[in-house]
């Protein structure tokens, strides 16, 4: 929680910083003087006013740069199914993935690994993780943040 509030003032401090450069380049009249000043590319300075031009102050504020969306990501109610079969059976990935194509009519992937981490995110299993053992609440936050930015 500390470091999204950490990136949320380093955005709003940036966006602060952009509207001022525009408005003493205003307050000037010399767009290259306060490039100058502020020690800022011309090209950043002209891209910023272009957004700002276009989109008045919303246009200088940050925007994803990723999609919320992928299209090999798993959806939604396949995650769910494969986390309560492993709940209730204890199956492993490769007969949670059996399980779901003979009974559900479902093919997730020809990769056991997907299976696999989805299986073990809830369950506390112990999964290398960067040279460590990672928590289950590890998992379940990378998890939920897979599930909520494709929503």
Not at 110 to 115: E, F, G, K, L, Y
Request: hydrophobic content about 35%; charged content about 30%.
């Amino acid at each position: 929680m500390e470091k999204l509030v950490q990136r949320l003032v380093r955005y709003e401090l940036w966006f602060r910083k952009k509207l001022m450069v525009l408005e003493y380049a205003r307050g000037i009249g010399n767009n290259a003087q306060a490039c100058r000043d502020f020690n800022i590319p011309d090209s950043s300075f002209y891209e910023w006013k272009k957004a700002y031009e276009k989109e008045g102050k919303a246009g200088l504020r940050r925007k994803k740069p990723v999609a919320y969306s992928h299209p090999k990501k798993i959806p939604i109610q396949v995650a769910e199914k494969i986390l309560q079969i492993r709940r209730a059976y204890q199956l492993g990935p490769e007969r949670i993935m059996w399980y779901l194509e003979r009974y559900h009519g479902i093919s997730v992937s020809d990769r056991v690994s997907t299976v696999s981490w989805l299986a073990t995110a809830l369950t506390g299993w112990p999964k290398q993780h960067h040279g460590g053992l990672c928590t289950p609440n590890d998992m379940l936050k990378r998890f939920r943040g897979i599930i909520f930015r494709s929503m």
